[in-house]
Antibody, heavy 122, light 110 residues
């Protein structure tokens, strides 16, 4: 069955960096775009970024553009989110999620991981 | 302020039918398909409806989705206590080049 397991979250000071990882299994990873979506405490879901199945296309929410970078290693079935210049309002649970349809980057997620908590605080 | 607009709350008694609306624009719902998710705190969001009205295997047929123009809705019939959760609509936005979510609707089963 599809499994997505996030790791790398923790407490970090404002302005510092953090890298999240998402290990995927149970599907052909290199056939699907993958997303990062976050949920701040007491707030709704907010889409962060998506990367195409082959890594050739990346799209970002305006709130993270220029600070966050999504990447993938298809040889390791792993998705990454490099987060630089972290701010207090980046505090959230970060989910990785697989796209529904093969080889399409403009589709919504279907399967989601359990999430990794990132807390930005001094 | 979310790009897609949902009511913040909804409620119903066991056995009732409840609908949750989701309003967008021509760049998202008007031109792309809509998904619906169920989310319980501390768990992974679960896909309920994709491509406007399709149910993944394992999702009960009590859940149904529809779309008309720039709006979509999720209907839950035969409401059960375990349906108490947050529900989100989502669609790709061609202008923003990203997925947009509704603000979420908290469903309470009275």
């Amino acid at each position: 069955q599809v499994q997505l397991v996030e790791s790398g979250g923790g407490v970090v000071q404002p302005g510092r960096s953090l890298r999240l990882s998402c290990a995927a299994s149970g599907f052909t990873f290199n056939n699907y775009a993958v997303h990062w979506v976050r949920q701040a405490p007491g707030k709704g879901l907010e889409w962060v970024a998506v990367i195409s199945y082959d890594g050739s296309k990346e799209y970002y929410a305006d709130s993270v553009k220029g600070r966050f970078t999504i990447s993938r290693d298809n040889s390791k079935n792993t998705l990454y989110l490099q987060m630089n210049g972290l701010r207090a309002d980046d505090t959230a649970v970060y989910y990785c999620a697989k796209s529904i349809f093969r080889r399409s980057v403009t589709t919504n997620p279907d399967y989601w991981g359990q999430g990794s908590l990132v807390t930005v605080s001094s | 302020q979310s790009v897609l607009t949902q009511p913040p709350s909804a409620s119903g008694t066991p056995g009732q039918r409840v609908t949750i609306s989701c309003s967008g624009s021509t760049s998202n719902i008007g031109s792309e398909t809509v998904n619906w998710y169920q989310h319980l705190p501390g768990t992974a969001p679960k896909l309920l409806i994709y491509s406007n009205n399709q149910r993944p295997s394992g999702v009960p047929d009590r859940f149904s989705g529809s779309k008309s123009g720039t709006s979509a809705s999720l209907a839950i019939s035969g409401l059960q206590s375990e349906d108490e959760a947050d529900y989100y609509c989502a669609a790709w936005d061609d202008s923003l080049n990203g997925v947009v979510f509704g603000g979420g609707t908290k469903l309470t089963v009275l």
